[in-house]
Nanobody, 115 residues
Framework: QVQLVESGGGLVQAGGSLRLSCAASGRIISAYDMAWYRQAPGQQRELVATITSGNYTNSADSVKGRFTISRDNAKNMVYLQMNSLKPEDTAVYYC?????????WGKGTLVTVSS
């Protein structure tokens, strides 16, 4: 099994930046498709960005041009660089790993963007 631990969340002013990290353990994640999701209070969890095992990336329209997902397989890490943050980006951000059959989730890190 894969264990995922997110870090890097916090309080930031609108227009600021944060870099989220996801540390994986238990398995080498190079063959996994990885993703970041978020869940705002009272909202459903939504997909933010994905990166495949082949390093193809995609992101939600709401974050295109502002957020960048990346991975470092040598370190078993996945990152989410978030720029030009907006109050509507406030949410708990979750790291996700998918091995083609099972989903693995971290416990999340809170990002709060003040206006």
């Amino acid at each position: 099994q894969v264990q995922l631990v997110e870090s890097g969340g916090g309080l930031v002013q609108a227009g600021g930046s944060l870099r989220l990290s996801c540390a994986a353990s238990g398995r080498i994640i190079s063959a996994y498709d990885m993703a970041w999701y978020r869940q705002a209070p009272g909202q459903q969890r939504e997909l933010v960005a994905t990166i495949t095992s082949g390093n193809y990336t995609n992101s939600a329209d709401s974050v295109k041009g502002r957020f960048t997902i990346s991975r470092d397989n040598a370190k078993n890490m996945v990152y989410l660089q978030m720029n030009s943050l907006k109050p509507e980006d406030t949410a708990v951000y979750y790291c996700n790993a998918w091995d083609g059959g099972m989903d693995y989730w971290g416990k999340g890190t809170l990002v709060t963007v003040s206006s």
